[in-house]
């Protein structure tokens, strides 16, 4: 569904990605792990077209991405809900909602957001709330119903867990999977929290100083000399 092929991408004169390939399969969890300041959420970047890539191919459902403009990868069906979430706070939760569809060049449709509603009730009961007065939870829900609205085929999640106490992150998580088994949605996850992650992918990657140090799968991350050393630390953090 995705393919990265030789990808460098930085910021000024600083390369934060080099030479980095990857492939994501339609359905299912993806999963970027890796320490701050890997390279993680500048991957998500120039997926999305908020950066350019300095050098390499970023293909979807075998059309090129990299070039495009943001919004025109958002019309291709690939949404980006990025690090900090970024809702709009003085709009209301409603407004807020109606931005994912907009993004997308799409009608606000009422199954859609009755979707959205049946699997984040506290949405619909703060509908006419300024988004700034949620919970760091409830934005996070926010978040993630703005980029449904839009309709993604391939929704890229940037460390949704991050600021979340633990049952809120229990939340987060079994909205995705349900993403993943109701929907049938394709899901490329970015995240620091390795036990988090590997609860729900299928294939992981590890980035180490904007580098790929390791691919596999979730069997094959548990048993990786790479992951426990340059990341988890602990080979019970994984098991």
């Given at each position: 569904?995705?393919?990265?092929r030789?990808?460098?991408?930085g910021?000024?004169?600083?390369?934060a990605?080099s030479?980095?390939?990857?492939?994501?399969?339609?359905?299912?969890?993806t999963?970027?792990?890796g320490p701050n300041?890997a390279?993680?959420?500048?991957?998500?970047?120039?997926?999305?077209?908020v950066?350019r890539p300095r050098?390499?191919?970023?293909?979807?459902?075998?059309?090129?991405l990299?070039?495009l403009?943001?919004?025109?990868?958002?019309g291709?069906g690939v949404v980006?809900v990025?690090?900090?979430?970024?809702?709009?706070?003085d709009?209301s939760?409603?407004e807020?909602?109606?931005?994912?569809?907009?993004?997308?060049g799409?009608p606000?449709?009422?199954?859609?957001?009755?979707?959205?509603?049946?699997?984040f009730?506290r949405?619909?009961?703060?509908?006419?709330?300024?988004?700034?007065?949620l919970?760091?939870?409830?934005?996070q829900?926010?978040a993630?119903?703005?980029?449904?609205?839009a309709?993604?085929?391939?929704l890229?999640l940037?460390?949704p867990?991050?600021?979340?106490?633990?049952?809120?992150?229990?939340?987060?998580?079994?909205?995705v999977?349900?993403?993943?088994k109701e929907r049938?949605?394709t899901?490329l996850?970015?995240e620091?929290?390795?036990?988090?992650?590997?609860?729900?992918?299928?294939?992981?990657y590890?980035?180490q100083?904007?580098?790929?140090?390791?691919?596999?799968?979730?069997?094959?991350?548990?048993?990786s000399?790479?992951i426990?050393?340059?990341?988890?630390?602990?080979?019970r953090?994984v098991?």
């Open positions: 569904m995705l393919k990265i030789e990808l460098d991408a910021y000024g004169l600083a390369l990605l030479d980095v390939s990857l492939d994501v399969a339609k359905g299912g969890l999963t970027v792990l300041g390279g993680k959420s500048t991957l998500l970047r120039a997926i999305s077209g950066i050098r390499g191919m970023i293909e979807f459902e075998g059309k090129r990299d070039g403009e943001a919004h025109e990868i958002v291709l980006h990025p690090e900090g979430r970024q809702i709009f706070h709009l939760v409603a807020n909602l109606q931005l994912g569809a907009i993004a997308a799409l606000l449709r009422s199954e859609a957001e009755d979707y959205v509603f049946q699997m009730p949405l619909k009961e703060r509908i006419r709330q300024p988004a700034g007065t919970s760091g939870g409830e934005q829900m926010l993630l119903g703005r980029a449904l609205l309709e993604p085929r391939l890229l940037d460390e867990s991050m600021g979340l106490a633990p049952v809120l992150v229990e939340q987060v998580l079994e909205a999977r349900e993403l993943i049938n949605l899901v996850l970015v620091q929290n390795a036990r988090l992650a590997m609860s729900l992918a299928n294939v992981v590890v980035l100083n904007g580098a790929i140090a390791f691919s596999g799968t979730r069997a094959q991350a548990k048993q000399t790479v426990q050393d340059l990341y988890l630390g602990s080979r953090h098991e």
